[in-house]
Each structure stands twice: as structure tokens, then as C-alpha cells.
């Protein structure tokens, strides 16, 4: 059969040729036939056989046939529309055509929304609650973005950071004023200069804690963690990093303009903050040392409430260190126009705080006094069986800090089984502490979180700090960046992976995230904070080189406006700063076209382990761009490149 086809077709050439051309001519009639009907049933006799009435322009321009003659066919006025039907508006969620966010007037290039001074007037000024975060309401709320001052410049590199930094970028003298005499900050040409002084360290920073590491040891890896209250330029927090001691530096938005704005411009972690009526917004037990240098905060008043919050952020065994007013007052009362008599009050009202809080002074030298707070609470609760002030607080959480009221009480510590134990257990030294099992962990005082956990986490945050290089060159490159931020931190496992780098993180545990990881985060030896992103950060705009922000998205996605973090975002970003946002894939792509019209470059990119991943990277560029330089004639002109 196979050989008998060709035969068969060479021997009846001419009737495939009329089969062929019959099949044409049918289909071609068919169609025609059809055309026609189609015609007849949608328009009726008037359009194929037009009348006289019906003029030739009127034949030629759709949606203008006659209206009697397409009234006669019995479906009414004939209107062809030739518009769209379908628009963004129906594939996108309407958050996500936002319009492209203009810029702030020149005049908010410094505006911290949640510290905002004409805002604070509005409250209390007893215990300093006017200088306390105070967010606007969501009709108050702005939408545009903070530009950075004309004349923006990227910072100083690390180390080379620490002491100077460019005016232009906090374009404040107050301070070089004010403090003149005292090394906190000196002008010259176009920059600002930070010999590291303070007003009670006048031979510099470095000097002030080479005396305090002949009273403690700061080198032998006990010491990581510190917090600096009032912390001015943040000066001892910068020189204490030479030691590997990470420092949280606070002090309010006040009189000493941009202090904590000129730490961060100087490559030194810093937020806005103040001891009034709320909780500091970090865990109980997490700094091993805390300090105070001159900063004016009424230890002994108020009950003591003051040294209470700063024992429950003390890590057992931890230290407070005291210098000026009242400490050495018999050399300096003069100084300090004060009476001998009102200084040796004060001392007194201090240590009899410290000592109602089983604290133990170890030493006064010169202008520094130094306590050390109890590993455990033995002998402190037989003792309120004698001093009944202050009490033990009530059975609570001592980790929650977010808006959180202080209270005149003393935070209890874990218990322990024998008195040389370590409440909540002993941390490792540093470095071997950042990848050792936290004791928060290993005591199963994280809920949902394992040791196995802990490791798998440390590993993974490895590898992907490892792909975000090959991503970004600007991320990979040593040095390029300094201030970094996580927004969702979990275990601190990126900043982790970056700590060999020239940089340093804060590590952002948010209020609303499953578990409470931030005092785990603390016993790894790195800091951080707590935070609702529906709200601004309590830091000045331009505070980041980096962001990194897993899953946050998700966290906020019935919460609040993916516009108004993003907003946040933005504002905190420094310009020719990186982002790096890891969420679903549905959640990137309503980002991405946000970002896009607010001056970023972007892309989309696969999850580590390959495209089948739901989970995708977003990277994104700020470009460079500032407030228009002010004329003298009143015309402006913008920058940007």
C-alpha cells in the first residue's frame, strides 16, 4: 500500500485540480454569504441599501449614521465606540496607582514626623513627655518626599567618618558655638570637625575610656553592648567601636540642635530618645554597660523611676557609669554654679537608688563613679523584707517597650537554683557570643524559636548576605556603605553575616512580628530596637546608606499604606542609598510600581534558590537628588543627577 499512493496520483492529475478548485469557489461564496447576513442582522436593510435621506458624509464617519434609518432597522440610535473599555484600574489593586509623590517643600528637609517640635508643644512639659514621640494623625500625615539640603554630599567613609563630616549635610553651627570650648565640634571650610571631645572628657573620648578601662575590663570581650543616654555628638559611643563595644547613643530632639543628626553623620548608631514616662523601646537584660556623661537627667527624682529603667535594661552583672553633676562636686560646685549643699543632696538621692536596687558601687575616681548590678536577685529579695521600696513589679513582660508607661519598681530578674548563678543565664564572650545559642533561646523564652533554629537561621543569612553581593555592586563593595537597617530582623542573622564588614546595624524587631526576638538579638552582642512601621522611625531623614526589609510587607499588609512606609522608607534613605525588599511576588510588583515614580531605579530578581520560588528580591537605587538652591532673587533652581 505504501508504494501504490504516487502511482494512483499521477494517474488523475486534472480531477484534483477541479476538486481543488471547486472547495475554492465554495468557501469563497460562503463567506461572502456570510458577511452579508452578518451585516443585515447587526445594521439592518438602511446600511447595506442606504436611502437618499442618508447623505454620503454621513455614510463615511462612524457613529454619525442617520438616526431615522437606524431607528427604522428597530434597535434604536447606532453609536460606535471606539474608546477603551479596560484599564489599570481593573488589574491593579487602586493603592497601587498612586500618583508620583512630589517633593516636600525645602523647609522640611529635616522633618522627623514623630518628633516634631511644633507638634510636642501640645503636651505635657513635666518629666519631658513634650520631648517624647508624638506621631501625627493620618489627616496630618505627609505625602511627598523629604528632600535632602542643597549641596548633599555622600559621607565620609568609615573610619575617616568618625571625625568629620560636610555642612551641607547638617547645616547647623549651634553646636560649634555653644560646646566651643568643650571638643564637641568645630567649623572649618565646608566641614565639620569632631576632635572627640566632651564637656567632661576635655582631653577626648579616647582618653575618658582608657580611664574607665582601668576601673572595668572593656577588653577581655565581657562588655558588647552599651547605651549612652543624652548622648550629645555620640562621641564616646564612636571611640568605644575600637574596643568592639556597639553603643546605642540617644538624647531628644532639643536645644543642642541635630546632636543625634551629626552621630549619624558621623557613622555612629544613634536615635532620638529621652528618659520621661514611657519604657525605652528596647528588652529587658539587654546592654552589659550604661552611661551617663553630664547628661541632665534628674536621676534622683521622681522616686528614682529613672535608674529603675535603666536596671531593667541592664544585663545582670552589668555596669552604670556616672560622670558630672554631682559626682566630684567638691572640686567642681564652683563650675557648675550649683551649692555644695544641693550637690551632695543629689549624690546622696543617687546612691540611695542604687543601693534600694541591690546595685554595688565598685568605685569613684576623680569625676567617675562606676556601680555594678547583681547577677541574681537572692540577697536583693531578703532585703525588701528590710527596704520595701522599691517593690518587685507585678508578674508582666519586662520586654515590652513600645509605648510602654515606666514604672516605680524593680524588674525581677529569672530565677536561679544557687547563688553564683547567672539569671537568665551567662552570656559568652565576644566574638564566640554572636554565633553561640542565645540563653533567651536555649532557656525556650522565644516562642516558636529552637537552638536548631538559631543555627539553621545563622547559616541561611550567610548565604544570602553572600547572593545580595553578586546582586549589588554598591552592597558588595567595602566600605561603600556604613549606617544599615533592618526592618525586620527576626534573630539579627544579616547583620550577623556582616559583621566583618565596616558597617553596623540596627535591628528592628516590630511590635507586631510573632514572637519578641529583640533581647535574643541583644544576647548575640548586636543592637537594635523596637518599632511599629505605621509609625516614623524616631531618627532624622537620611539616617541609612541601606535597607533591608524581609517580609514586612506581608507583616504590614492590613495594618497600614504600603505608600506611607514606603514614604518612611524613602525618607530615612540617604540619596544613592540601596534597598533590598524580599516579599511575595504580588506584594514586590505593587511596590515596584510605587518606587518607581518616586526617583529609584529597580528590578526584579529570582529567590536565591531559583525562580520557582514565590519569594522574590527587589532592588532598589535612590538617585541623587536635593531641595533647589535658593536664590537670592527668589527663583530656584533643582538638583539632581
Not at 188 to 209: L, Q, S, V, W
Not at 481 to 492: E, Q, T
Amino acid at each position: 500500500m505504501a508504494r501504490s499512493w504516487p502511482i494512483l496520483s499521477h494517474q488523475f492529475p486534472s480531477r484534483t485540480k477541479r476538486a481543488n478548485l471547486f472547495y475554492v469557489t465554495a468557501v469563497a461564496i460562503l463567506c461572502v454569504l456570510f458577511y452579508f447576513l452578518g451585516l443585515w442582522q447587526l445594521s439592518g436593510p438602511a446600511l447595506l441599501f442606504p436611502t437618499k435621506g442618508i447623505s454620503a458624509s454621513s455614510r463615511c464617519v462612524p457613529g454619525q449614521l442617520d438616526a431615522r434609518n437606524s431607528t427604522a432597522s428597530g434597535r434604536g440610535p447606532i453609536v460606535l465606540d471606539f474608546a477603551a473599555h479596560h484599564g489599570a484600574g481593573d488589574l491593579v489593586p487602586t493603592e497601587v496607582l498612586v500618583p508620583r509623590f512630589p517633593p516636600c517643600p525645602s523647609n522640611f528637609s529635616e522633618y522627623t514626623p514623630c518628633e516634631d517640635a511644633q507638634r510636642s508643644l501640645k503636651f505635657d512639659r513635666d518629666r519631658l513627655i513634650y520631648r517624647e514621640r508624638h506621631c501625627p494623625e493620618e489627616y496630618e500625615k505627609l505625602t511627598c518626599r523629604i528632600p535632602a539640603p542643597y549641596g548633599y554630599k555622600v559621607p565620609f567613609r568609615w573610619p575617616h567618618s568618625r571625625g568629620r563630616a560636610w555642612f551641607a549635610n547638617v547645616p547647623h553651627k549651634e553646636l560649634t558655638v555653644e560646646k566651643k570650648n568643650q571638643n564637641w565640634v568645630h567649623f572649618k571650610g565646608n566641614e565639620f570637625i569632631f576632635p572627640g571631645g566632651g564637656t567632661m572628657f576635655p582631653r577626648g573620648a579616647d582618653a575618658y575610656i582608657d580611664s574607665i578601662g582601668k576601673l572595668i575590663n572593656l577588653r577581655d570581650g565581657s562588655i558588647r553592648t552599651a547605651i549612652d543616654t543624652g548622648c550629645g555628638v555620640a562621641s564616646w559611643g564612636a571611640y568605644l567601636m575600637s574596643r568592639n563595644i556597639q553603643t546605642m547613643s540617644f538624647a531628644p530632639r532639643d536645644t543642642h540642635e541635630a546632636q543625634v543628626q551629626f552621630a549619624l553623620e558621623r557613622g555612629v548608631p544613634a536615635l532620638l530618645g529621652v528618659l520621661a514616662s514611657k519604657r525605652l523601646p528596647y528588652p529587658s537584660r539587654a546592654f552589659d554597660m550604661a552611661h551617663c556623661s553630664r547628661c541632665l537627667i534628674p536621676w534622683g527624682q521622681y522616686d528614682g523611676m529613672y535608674l529603675m529603667e535603666v536596671d531593667r535594661v541592664l544585663r545582670p552583672g552589668g555596669y552604670w557609669i556616672l560622670s558630672g553633676p554631682p559626682i566630684n562636686w567638691e572640686r567642681h560646685w564652683k563650675g557648675w554654679e550649683r551649692t555644695p549643699d544641693d550637690l551632695k543632696s543629689e549624690q546622696a538621692k543617687i546612691e540611695s537608688v542604687a543601693k534600694s536596687l541591690c546595685w554595688k558601687k565598685l568605685t569613684q575616681k576623680g569625676d567617675i563613679a562606676i556601680w555594678q548590678k547583681p547577677t541574681n536577685h537572692v540577697h536583693c529579695k531578703a532585703s525588701r523584707k528590710v527596704f520595701k521600696f522599691p517593690p518587685f513589679c507585678p508578674a508582666q513582660d519586662p520586654n515590652i517597650a513600645w509605648y510602654t508607661p515606666m514604672g516605680t519598681c524593680l524588674t525581677q530578674l529569672p530565677e536561679v537554683s544557687d547563688i553564683k548563678e547567672v539569671a537568665g543565664g551567662e552570656l559568652a564572650k565576644w566574638p564566640e557570643r554572636l554565633n553561640t545559642v542565645p540563653p533567651r533561646i536555649r532557656n525556650g523564652g522565644v516562642e516558636g524559636v529552637t537552638a536548631e533554629t538559631f543555627k539553621e537561621n545563622t547559616e541561611l543569612w550567610k548565604k544570602r548576605v553572600a547572593h545580595y553581593k553578586t546582586l549589588d555592586y554598591q552592597f558588595a563593595e567595602r566600605g561603600r556603605y556604613r549606617n544599615l537597617l533592618d526592618m525586620n530582623a527576626f534573630l539579627g542573622g544579616f547583620a550577623a553575616a556582616l559583621v566583618s564588614d565596616p558597617v553596623w546595624v540596627m535591628n528592628v524587631v516590630p511590635v507586631e512580628a510573632r514572637a519578641n526576638t529583640l533581647g535574643a538579638i541583644y544576647e548575640r552582642g548586636v543592637i537594635g530596637t523596637y518599632q511599629n512601621w505605621c509609625e516614623a522611625m524616631s531618627t532624622y531623614p537620611r539616617t541609612y546608606d541601606f535597607i533591608h526589609a524581609h517580609a514586612v510587607f506581608s507583616l504590614y499588609k492590613d495594618r497600614c499604606k504600603m505608600g506611607d512606609i514606603l514614604l518612611e522608607m524613602d525618607r530615612i534613605l540617604r540619596p544613592e542609598g540601596s534597598m533590598i525588599i524580599r516579599d511575595d511576588i504580588d506584594i514586590l510588583v505593587r511596590i515596584k510600581s510605587i518606587i518607581d515614580g518616586m526617583q529609584y531605579d529597580t528590578r526584579i530578581v529570582d529567590h536565591e534558590k531559583g525562580p520557582h520560588e514565590r519569594e522574590k528580591i527587589l532592588l532598589a537605587n535612590k538617585l541623587y537628588w536635593t531641595a533647589p538652591e535658593e536664590k537670592a532673587e527668589g527663583t530656584k533652581t533643582g538638583s539632581q543627577r
